[in-house]
């Protein structure tokens, strides 16, 4: 079974950096895809990015130009380095990956912060 593992979450001041990590352990072949996900209290789960199948990043306008996603499908490891932080980016965040028979793993979610 895959298990994904997040950390780097924790709390910073509007402007900020943060990096987030993501590492798949447990007997697996490479990702399809990876990425990440994040939830806001009473909203749904919202896309962040995905390091897709090709090795090119993808995002949604409310993050692009701030996160980059950086890592490797097939070593299943995954970085969210994040700038320019605003209070609407708080939110725990969540890794996902994607295999070949297109099943989904999550990670347990890690908290993000983003206050003065």
């Known amino acids: 079974q895959v298990q994904l593992v997040e950390s780097g979450g924790g709390l910073v001041q509007p402007g900020g950096s943060l990096k987030l990590s993501c590492a798949a352990s447990?007997?697996?072949?490479?990702?399809?895809?990876m990425g990440w996900y994040r939830q806001a209290p009473g909203k749904q789960r919202e896309w962040v990015a995905t390091?897709?199948?090709?090795?090119?990043?993808n995002y949604p306008d409310s993050v692009k130009g701030r996160f980059t996603i950086s890592g490797s499908n097939v070593k299943k490891s995954v970085t969210l380095q994040m700038d320019s932080l605003k209070p609407e980016d708080t939110a725990v965040y969540y890794c996902?990956?994607?295999?070949?028979?297109?099943?989904?793993?999550w990670g347990q979610g890690t908290q993000v912060t983003v206050s003065s």
């Open positions: 996902n990956a994607r295999d070949y028979e297109l099943n989904h793993f």
């Open positions: 447990g007997r697996s072949f490479a990702m399809y895809s």
């Open positions: 390091l897709t199948s090709s090795g090119a990043p």
